[in-house]
């Protein structure tokens, strides 16, 4: 999942409507740690909404996940060797096995994050278990080690959060072209996988469905809680107003923004994992060193770029760190004014980030927590 060098990205879009509502619910939910520690994480929800087309050619909404599902384990690691992760506590054979079956695939449906150490916020599919450890897609072990606090939660999946029959209302249709889509990028191939719900029965029956693939359902396709994606509505018939019950993230959350591939692209489509913005001076994008930030530059057209959509415009605002003193100085500008400080400007809630890698080499972006627990 998100481990050192795996990452996400996008193309450029031509319209987006997007109105985002925050609530935190007076409410927390009670978790036992092995000693009956009492821990406490706060709840709450966010509101989606995608906004119904006004034209044939469709209305992009760009969507993030800023709450995750409910953890349903916490502790210590007492050994990390290899990807064998090893607990502190008793757990129930293959109950974190990857189970949800796409096709003849399996997809994980939990993921572990390392919650301290070296690199807390560092989150990685979970492929197994036994009796007293977790089995991770990655090897952890030149990360993390014993000792570290870590929390176990189950994925959010397209079926969780638009509903396994489309409970959130979007357009279904007989095939692709004539449905709202759910557009998810591959950073690897640097281009979507399109998914729409399905609502004629013949040719493998009705639900959640790929364009590449409409006779098997894909219900239980992850959807990665720092990967942002498009809601492409086809439809004038309203707003579809999807509110996503959750967990707030506590503590950095580690993802990572893709370098340049052979063909020169080099996008990611990160998502705000929080509930609350983060400006651009605190968002640990730019480091001073491209090894592990973003590439400053004299302007925009030769540094990393972080696009960021604003709906009152229907266009892209595009900022960069300036690294030259002339006109206005260093630090972060857009490229609409280079002599403006926008350290303050906010990567929005529940929103995307498009960040375009302008060099090759992949990094990890460490995404701070923006509030005070």
């Not at 992760?85 to 054979?93: E, F, G, M, R």
């Amino acid at each position: 999942m998100q481990k050192a060098n795996h990452a996400r990205g996008l193309r450029f879009l031509s319209k987006l409507a997007f109105i985002t509502t925050v609530g935190l619910i007076s409410a927390a939910i009670a978790y036992q740690a092995p000693a009956q520690t009492v821990v406490t994480d706060p709840v709450g929800f966010i509101t989606l909404t995608a906004t119904g087309a006004t034209t044939t050619a469709g209305l992009y909404n760009f969507w993030s996940l800023g709450m995750v599902q409910v953890p349903v384990l916490r502790g210590l690691t007492t050994q990390i060797t290899g990807k064998q992760v090893t607990l502190d506590q008793a757990l129930s054979p293959g109950q974190y096995n990857e189970s949800n079956t796409v096709g003849s695939a399996f997809d994980p449906s939990y993921f572990v994050e390392f919650t301290s150490g070296p690199y807390a916020g560092l989150m990685d599919d979970i492929v197994s278990n036994d009796a007293a450890a977790i089995y991770t897609a990655s090897d952890d072990s030149g990360q993390e080690a014993a000792g570290v606090t870590y929390k176990i939660y189950p994925h959010w999946t397209i079926g969780l959060v638009f509903g396994p029959q489309n409970q959130a209302g979007l357009n279904g249709g007989a095939n692709g072209g004539a449905a709202d889509e759910i557009e998810v990028w591959n950073p690897t191939s640097q281009g979507f996988v399109n998914y729409y719900y399905k609502t004629t029965t013949s040719l493998g029956g009705s639900g959640w469905r790929s364009t590449a693939n409409t006779s098997i359902n894909v219900s239980n396709t992850v959807l990665y809680i720092d990967q942002g994606f498009e809601v492409e509505r086809r439809t004038a018939a309203g707003n579809v107003n999807l509110l996503l019950v959750g967990a707030v993230k506590l503590s950095n959350t580690i993802s990572v923004v893709y370098g340049t591939n052979s063909a020169g692209l080099g996008f990611t489509l990160a998502g705000n994992v929080f509930p609350a913005g983060i400006p651009l001076g605190t968002s640990g994008l730019y480091t001073g060193n491209s090894a592990t930030g973003l590439n400053g530059g004299a302007n925009g057209g030769a540094a990393d770029e972080v696009q960021v959509w604003n709906p009152n415009t229907q266009g892209y605002t595009f900022y960069y760190y300036k690294t030259t003193t002339s006109l206005g100085g260093s630090g972060w500008r857009s490229t609409a004014n280079t002599s403006i400080d926008c350290s303050t400007n906010q990567l929005p809630l529940g929103d995307i980030v498009k960040i375009q890698r302008r060099i090759k080499g992949s990094f990890n972006w460490t995404m701070p927590q923006p509030f005070v627990q």
